[in-house]
């Protein structure tokens, strides 16, 4: 698996310059970043999939892309708003004192040490938005490797799966050091294309995520083989699967069911209770899996009872953000009710 997502303003900086990205955040043209402060430390994170805006609007280049500047804007906010972002950034808060490298790989090392679960559903995330911004003409092609050789102007990188490319020194971000493994994004924004060198853990690192997404395939893989021409499910498999009551299979199927039923009903907007509705379902999954790994984190490390506590008061609060969100699709979808559900709810309440 290839860890694709964030970027740190640290990072940011030297490939654009510091006055190039606060001039850009003040014309729009670049995502804001998400900010974790905490111990009187303050991080700025980007979600690398902002590179395509550093590509669309580069100073040297005269054309410049609003539609796909617009779309990457966007797509930062679903993902700031998604709950395994939500989970991760509120374990970096946590622990931002311990890190002592404010860049991406630190952070990576970080979570994949006490959020697996989180940062695997962070990353099926992050490919659901690349997916969605292809439709903007914006694409990103990230390949493993490991630094060669380099010099003041150019980086020679190995690819994992063969091959050597040369990046320029210029678009590579953090230090250097042959051996080292890295990513080779490239990204392009209509016919303009960029291609940057960020750092990367290795394939030994994120072993354990390999692992648990080759299961989660797995499973997919096996549902899919069963169902029928009509996208449902076969009866075995759809007992065992609801059977369990857990996991984004349950959450997609119980909001695609909810969609159905409202617009045959004669809703005029059902969308909003039904994402709502699955984003909920999903996300307590996902916030499960980070409740049980900081558990068994604390037991490990020793760590102070009420630093726990505080952890699971974080997951209650969120539980609390997507119930809200919830409740405003229910709204939503309420106020687009048709006329006879509207006169029975009014006739319940005057009872």
Not at 24 to 45: D, E
Not at 121 to 139: D, F
């Amino acid at each position: 698996m290839v860890l694709h997502a964030l970027l740190t303003q640290h990072e940011l900086d030297p490939l654009i310059g510091e006055r190039n990205r606060q001039r850009w955040q003040k014309q729009n043209q670049l995502t804001p970043a998400f900010p974790v402060n905490a111990f009187g430390r303050k991080l700025r994170i980007f979600p690398a999939f902002a590179l395509g805006q550093v590509v669309a609007r580069t100073p040297r280049r005269t054309q410049q892309l609003p539609s796909a500047i617009e779309a990457i804007t966007r797509a930062s906010q679903r993902l700031y708003e998604a709950a395994p972002f939500r989970v991760l950034t509120e374990t970096l808060r946590r622990h931002l004192h311990e890190i002592e490298r404010p860049d991406a790989l630190a952070l990576s090392e970080l979570l994949l040490a006490l959020a697996p679960d989180a940062l695997l559903a962070m990353q099926q995330e992050m490919e659901g938005i690349e997916l969605a911004l292809r439709e903007h003409a914006v694409t990103l092609d990230a390949r493993l490797g490991r630094v060669r050789s380099f010099d003041d102007a150019t980086v020679m990188v190995e690819l994992a799966g063969g091959g050597v490319r040369a990046i320029r020194r210029d678009r590579a971000v953090g230090d250097l050091l042959a051996g080292a493994w890295v990513l080779c994004d490239r990204v392009s924004v209509g016919t303009l294309a960029d291609e940057f060198l960020l750092p990367a853990l290795s394939p030994a690192r994120v072993a354990d995520l390999d692992w648990r997404q080759a299961a989660l395939d797995e499973l997919h893989a096996q549902v899919k083989a069963t169902q029928r021409d009509d996208g449902s499910l076969d009866g075995d498999w759809r007992s065992a699967v609801r059977g369990t009551r857990r996991g984004p299979i349950v959450a997609t199927d119980a909001s695609d069911k909810l969609a159905r039923l409202l617009k045959s009903a004669g809703y005029g907007d059902s969308r909003p209770v039904a994402e709502a509705l699955g984003e909920l379902l999903g996300g307590v999954w996902v916030l499960e899996g980070a409740t049980e790994d900081a558990i068994g984190a604390a037991l490990e490390k020793g760590a102070d009872p009420e630093q726990l506590l505080d952890e699971i008061e974080q997951v209650y609060d969120e539980i609390e953000r997507l119930v809200g969100q919830a409740r405003q699709g229910l709204a939503v979808t309420r106020g687009s009710a048709p006329a006879r559900a509207r006169d029975h709810g009014g006739a319940a309440a005057g009872h």
